[in-house]
């Protein structure tokens, strides 16, 4: 039964550039949900998508945008890229939006 | 900003003994649930307790909530080298984001 996985694991990017970041949901999950985790902080919830529609939203800007798809992965899009974006950044999982979340590893985002 | 707050930031405890962590938070609950983070990779979900719950075991794990103060804790017994990590709570007010804290470091010594 395969876990959330996310790519990449590692990117390094420069400011004002624009990335994008993957996840597929563990098997059976419909619901995908982004968080930010800063060094040493815990995760901020970016958003989560359900139905290929974003549904809830963090403190986040307008620059942080995402796009699920019928097979329920998902995407996390940042654009103009500030040094703050550095973070690892977790994909979780859920079925039907349950409160319980499954984790993915992270992608370790770098912004020079 | 972050709804949960953990106590302590950092426990150093030797293999065998018992680890206790608290976390408060500041806005009335649906549900809180405590995650485990190895070596800043990505979470795994430990337990989940509901607001009108105020005590669940899951192994070697209890945890406690106590809505009056606001307040979990989270009682590891007999610990092992494995349980290092770090440990954090995370809320959620019926409207499906998880709020996490900061989390607490846990090393266990053999």
């Known amino acids: 039964d395969a876990g959330v996985t996310q790519s990449p694991t590692h990117l390094i990017k420069t400011r004002g550039q624009q990335v994008t970041l993957r996840c597929s949901p563990k098997?059976?999950?419909?619901?995908v949900s982004w968080y930010q985790q800063a060094l040493g902080q815990g995760p901020q919830f970016i958003f989560q998508?359900?139905?290929?529609?974003?549904?809830q939203r963090g403190n986040f800007p307008d620059r942080f945008s995402g796009h699920q798809f019928p097979n329920y992965s998902s995407e996390l899009n940042v654009n103009a890229l500030l040094l703050g974006d550095s973070a690892l950044y977790l994909c979780?999982?859920?079925?039907?939006?349950?409160?319980?979340?499954?984790f993915g590893p992270g992608t370790r985002l770098t912004v020079l | 900003s972050q709804q949960g707050e953990e106590d302590p930031q950092a426990l150093s405890i030797q293999e065998g003994e018992n680890a206790t962590m608290n976390c408060s938070y500041k806005?009335?609950?649906?549900?809180l649930q405590w995650y485990r983070q190895n070596s800043g990779r990505g979470l795994v979900h430990l337990i989940l307790?509901?607001?009108?719950?105020r005590e669940k075991h899951s192994g070697r794990l209890r945890v406690t909530l106590d809505t009056s103060k606001k307040s979990s804790s989270l009682l590891i017994t007999a610990s092992r080298a494995a349980d290092t990590a770090s440990y954090f709570c995370?809320?959620?007010?019926?409207?499906?984001?998880?709020?996490f804290g900061a989390g607490t470091t846990v090393t266990v010594r053999a």
């Open positions: 979780a999982s859920s079925l039907r939006r349950a409160f319980e979340q499954f």
């Open positions: 098997s059976g999950h419909d619901t």
């Open positions: 998508y359900y139905e290929e529609e974003e549904r």
């Open positions: 806005t009335s609950i649906n549900n």
């Open positions: 307790i509901r607001s009108n719950e």
């Open positions: 995370a809320t959620d007010a019926y409207d499906y984001k998880l709020s």
